[in-house]
């Protein structure tokens, strides 16, 4: 089954401790997104890649760190969360060239305490 | 990237047909209208994509008139299911940076 699959779907964190959202996707799609979504914000697009080892700033990157070194991960990185990075965090893909339709993960709750 | 107008909540009743216009005043040329759907607790996904007239498809239609400055969502005979967020976006498709914005909650009652 074509899918984008994100771990954890929950965590809760406190100030300061590095963690680690990990995304993967089984369609062979080059291009890979980190988006959050907040109430009243809709969804902000934090970094973006367009293939492995090149990625680029989204609208909303400051306190995050991405890496692209196999074309179907493309883990999201929090070096030291803070409360306002309490969010839902989706992860997308498509096909370069193809960016408006993007395949989205279940998304990942986390809450920084 | 266009920015887009489209309105907060919207109500309807099953077996009504739903339409969600969506205002685009500045769009460019090479930029195309694109819909998604959001349910609770899921990732969004995309319903539909045109550049003028009309498109459809299994879930929506899509008409977009002549000059482009406005585009509408139609969801046929909706059900309890097609509660949702719905969101416009408009921009070139080569555009690797997309902007979702608040969306329009449709809440279909019995």
């Known amino acids: 089954e074509a899918q984008v699959t994100q771990n954890p779907r929950y965590l809760i964190t406190v100030t300061g401790k590095k963690l680690t959202v990990t995304c993967s996707q089984n369609?062979?799609?080059?291009?890979m997104s980190w988006y959050r979504q907040d109430p009243g914000l809709g969804l902000r697009q934090i970094y973006y890649?367009?293939?492995?080892?090149?990625?680029d700033k989204g609208d909303v990157p400051e306190g995050y760190k991405v890496s692209r070194k196999e074309k179907r991960n493309f883990p999201l990185i929090l070096e030291s969360p803070s409360p306002n990075q309490t969010s839902l965090y989706f992860c997308?893909?498509?096909?370069?060239?193809?960016?408006?339709?993007?395949?989205f993960g279940p998304g990942t709750r986390l809450t920084v305490t | 990237l266009a920015k887009t107008t489209q309105p907060i909540s919207m109500d309807s009743y099953e077996g009504q047909e739903v339409n969600i216009t969506c205002s685009h005043n500045n769009i460019a040329t090479n930029d195309y209208i694109t819909w998604y759907q959001q349910f609770p607790s899921q990732g969004p996904r995309f319903i539909i994509q045109g550049y003028k007239t009309k498109v459809t498809n299994e879930v929506a239609s899509l008409f977009i008139p002549a000059d482009r400055k406005s585009s509408t969502l139609s969801l046929p005979r909706v059900s309890l299911s097609d509660t949702a967020v719905y969101y416009c976006l408009v921009g070139d498709p080569n555009d690797y940076k997309l902007s979702f914005g608040a969306g329009t909650t449709v809440t279909v009652r019995a």
């Open positions: 997308a893909s498509s096909l370069l060239g193809q960016e408006y339709e993007q395949y």
């Open positions: 890649s367009m293939n492995v080892e090149v990625t």
């Open positions: 369609m062979n799609h080059e291009y």
